[in-house]
């Protein structure tokens, strides 16, 4: 819940007040006509610059070529349908988490000075693309703002949605090895994009792939409505991935971190390519952007933030990288931020964790890293229940994706969250295929996808499901102070009984009725299990203490 909180309140925001832009970003240089879409057969879509179709695992496969407005154009009509969801999905959440309409008005000015500026930042051609996105955009959401600053806002979402936050953040974990720790020697890396918007957010998962009129072929794991990159390849072989960092709240804008990322994609093919590109950008928030080459056969990590930038790579022959949610680089070994992060979240477990999974596999493959992806153990494989942030797997993840950049190669997980199989790609046989603009043609290599996680067929995961609607109904239950049944909260912890969070819940419950020694019982129990950060672990010894004093009142 709360990780979702950070980026309602920033969409929040974004539905008070738009008003700082409001011309169109130059485009006369650009072609403005990519003509009409064309039917080819159900969820399958075609244009003379691009094509979109729905694969057999339920992945969008999106095509795109010519100049930046052609780009935003094509993808626009193409996925008109997918964007007015997203977009939909948005809103939803904002209007169910933010409900007050005082507390956006009271957030008006602050918007109206933070995006002033923003597009200054960004690059021209990337204003161009967004705006021929939201040609296509919905005009039911025009109360929120127009078509185009509402979309060039919604861009800065993952940097605001971490910024803005209450102490935790979006847990993503991500890693490369290549040497002596893979199978073939070659550079493999492996990422989780675990950024939540709620779920109707996470149901269109897209792979975009681009043929831009200047720079290099790219492919991005994506949703509909984004020109940045969170997570992608270029045919070079060079990739990117992004991870939050701990952020001071923002109060200007400047280039979000994923049209960062999309840049370096788009124009980079060494690491060194890479590093210049982030040195000509501000950003306004804390990002580690992990860069993988083929070129260079190896990965790093580009630390940045409003103030400073910092690159981090291990010593030689060490050969393994990983990256979580704090900084690892010279210019943040005594940040505040970055210690307060060290001590408080669970990025360092997760990171320990993936450290402790390499160490135990004897040689990498795809297959191995799509099991470490997916893993949902702690340290030691304790239990931490379904849903707990310590697990590289927190079954909530948007995407998760495999590159081999040497190959080529990448492989994207089908829903649900990373369990679904990892289907694979090679991009130089994909923009071979996608030059002839045939509908028909298969991108997938079916022979090197992996198959699905069997836990997905599990009752484990159908009681998690439940679990995780109950949840949040109970959620809703103590904020509004309503009942629930004695037999519904046994009900739910059975459902997830490793979980501390369950335990926790209850408690809040029976505190909330005054029922304060089944309170305590409960928090107790919570306690015994492993609980996610350390301020979660302070919040229930203070919530003990209070029942033991309410307890010896009476």
């Given at each position: 819940?709360?990780?979702?909180?950070?980026?309602?309140?920033?969409?929040?925001?974004?539905?008070?007040?738009?008003?700082?832009?409001?011309?169109?970003?130059?485009?006369?240089?650009?072609?403005?006509?990519?003509?009409?879409?064309?039917?080819?057969?159900?969820?399958?879509?075609?244009?003379?610059?691009?094509?979109?179709?729905?694969?057999?695992?339920?992945?969008?496969?999106?095509?795109?070529?010519?100049?930046?407005?052609?780009?935003?154009?094509?993808?626009?009509?193409?996925?008109?349908?997918?964007?007015?969801?997203?977009?939909?999905?948005?809103?939803?959440?904002?209007?169910?988490?933010?409900?007050?309409?005082?507390?956006?008005?009271?957030?008006?000015?602050?918007?109206?000075?933070?995006?002033?500026?923003?597009?200054?930042?960004?690059?021209?051609?990337?204003?161009?693309?967004?705006?021929?996105?939201?040609?296509?955009?919905?005009?039911?959401?025009?109360?929120?703002?127009?078509?185009?600053?509402?979309?060039?806002?919604?861009?800065?979402?993952?940097?605001?949605?971490?910024?803005?936050?209450?102490?935790?953040?979006?847990?993503?974990?991500?890693?490369?090895?290549?040497?002596?720790?893979?199978?073939?020697?070659?550079?493999?890396?492996?990422?989780?994009?675990?950024?939540?918007?709620?779920?109707?957010?996470?149901?269109?998962?897209?792979?975009?792939?681009?043929?831009?009129?200047?720079?290099?072929?790219?492919?991005?794991?994506?949703?509909?409505?984004?020109?940045?990159?969170?997570?992608?390849?270029?045919?070079?072989?060079?990739?990117?991935?992004?991870?939050?960092?701990?952020?001071?709240?923002?109060?200007?804008?400047?280039?979000?971190?994923?049209?960062?990322?999309?840049?370096?994609?788009?124009?980079?093919?060494?690491?060194?390519?890479?590093?210049?590109?982030?040195?000509?950008?501000?950003?306004?928030?804390?990002?580690?952007?992990?860069?993988?080459?083929?070129?260079?056969?190896?990965?790093?990590?580009?630390?940045?933030?409003?103030?400073?930038?910092?690159?981090?790579?291990?010593?030689?022959?060490?050969?393994?990288?990983?990256?979580?949610?704090?900084?690892?680089?010279?210019?943040?070994?005594?940040?505040?931020?970055?210690?307060?992060?060290?001590?408080?979240?669970?990025?360092?477990?997760?990171?320990?964790?993936?450290?402790?999974?390499?160490?135990?596999?004897?040689?990498?493959?795809?297959?191995?890293?799509?099991?470490?992806?997916?893993?949902?153990?702690?340290?030691?494989?304790?239990?931490?229940?379904?849903?707990?942030?310590?697990?590289?797997?927190?079954?909530?993840?948007?995407?998760?994706?495999?590159?081999?950049?040497?190959?080529?190669?990448?492989?994207?997980?089908?829903?649900?969250?990373?369990?679904?199989?990892?289907?694979?790609?090679?991009?130089?046989?994909?923009?071979?295929?996608?030059?002839?603009?045939?509908?028909?043609?298969?991108?997938?290599?079916?022979?090197?996808?992996?198959?699905?996680?069997?836990?997905?067929?599990?009752?484990?995961?159908?009681?998690?499901?439940?679990?995780?609607?109950?949840?949040?109904?109970?959620?809703?239950?103590?904020?509004?102070?309503?009942?629930?049944?004695?037999?519904?909260?046994?009900?739910?912890?059975?459902?997830?009984p490793a979980f501390w969070k369950a335990n926790f819940l209850i408690g809040e419950y029976y505190r909330g009725e005054r029922r304060y020694a089944d309170a305590l019982h409960h928090y107790r129990l919570a306690t015994g299990?492993?609980?996610?950060?350390?301020?979660?672990?302070?919040?229930?010894?203070?919530?003990?203490?209070?029942?033991?004093?309410?307890?010896?009142?009476?």
């Amino acid at each position: 819940m709360r990780r979702s909180l950070r980026l309602i309140c920033y969409l929040a925001l974004c539905s008070t007040s738009c008003a700082g832009i409001r011309h169109a970003p130059p485009i006369a240089n650009y072609n403005n006509h990519v003509g009409d879409r064309v039917e080819v057969s159900p969820d399958s879509y075609a244009l003379p610059n691009g094509l979109l179709r729905k694969n057999s695992h339920g992945i969008w496969e999106l095509y795109v070529a010519g100049d930046p407005l052609e780009r935003g154009l094509a993808s626009g009509v193409l996925t008109e349908e997918l964007l007015r969801r997203q977009e939909a999905a948005f809103v939803a959440q904002v209007q169910k988490l933010v409900p007050a309409r005082l507390h956006q008005w009271l957030l008006r000015g602050f918007l109206k000075h933070f995006a002033r500026r923003l597009p200054n930042h960004i690059p021209p051609a990337y204003l161009a693309e967004i705006y021929g996105l939201s040609r296509s955009a919905s005009d039911t959401f025009n109360f929120i703002a127009p078509p185009y600053p509402r979309l060039l806002y919604f861009h800065a979402a993952h940097d605001i949605g971490h910024a803005l936050q209450d102490l935790a953040l979006v847990g993503c974990t991500s890693f490369a090895a290549w040497g002596n720790h893979t199978a073939d020697g070659k550079l493999l890396i492996g990422r989780n994009f675990d950024f939540y918007a709620g779920d109707a957010f996470s149901e269109e998962k897209v792979i975009a792939f681009i043929k831009p009129d200047r720079g290099y072929k790219h492919a991005m794991v994506t949703w509909a409505g984004m020109v940045g990159a969170v997570s992608g390849m270029n045919e070079k072989g060079l990739t990117v991935t992004i991870n939050a960092g701990k952020s001071a709240i923002p109060y200007t804008a400047k280039m979000p971190v994923s049209l960062l990322t999309r840049e370096i994609l788009q124009h980079a093919s060494t690491i060194d390519e890479a590093i210049y590109i982030a040195r000509q950008r501000e950003v306004f928030v804390s990002e580690s952007i992990m860069v993988g080459s083929a070129a260079d056969g190896k990965a790093i990590l580009i630390e940045v933030s409003p103030h400073k930038m910092g690159i981090y790579e291990v010593p030689n022959a060490t050969n393994v990288l990983i990256c979580a949610n704090h900084f690892q680089s010279e210019p943040y070994r005594s940040d505040k931020r970055n210690l307060r992060q060290l001590d408080e979240s669970h990025s360092k477990y997760r990171f320990d964790r993936m450290s402790e999974l390499i160490a135990s596999t004897a040689k990498l493959t795809p297959t191995a890293a799509a099991a470490m992806l997916r893993n949902m153990e702690g340290i030691d494989d304790t239990n931490l229940g379904y849903g707990n942030e310590k697990a590289i797997n927190q079954l909530l993840a948007h995407h998760a994706v495999i590159f081999q950049p040497e190959d080529r190669r990448m492989w994207v997980a089908a829903a649900p969250y990373q369990l679904g199989a990892f289907v694979a790609y090679d991009l130089d046989d994909v923009f071979e295929r996608l030059a002839a603009l045939d509908a028909n043609a298969m991108l997938a290599v079916d022979s090197l996808t992996i198959p699905a996680d069997p836990f997905a067929r599990s009752a484990d995961f159908v009681n998690y499901e439940k679990f995780r609607v109950r949840m949040r109904n109970l959620e809703a239950a103590i904020e509004a102070g309503t009942t629930v049944s004695d037999a519904e909260l046994r009900d739910l912890q059975q459902l997830n009984p490793a979980f501390w969070k369950a335990n926790f819940l209850i408690g809040e419950y029976y505190r909330g009725e005054r029922r304060y020694a089944d309170a305590l019982h409960h928090y107790r129990l919570a306690t015994g299990k492993e609980v996610t950060t350390k301020l979660d672990s302070v919040l229930i010894q203070k919530r003990i203490m209070k029942c033991k004093r309410m307890i010896e009142r009476k």
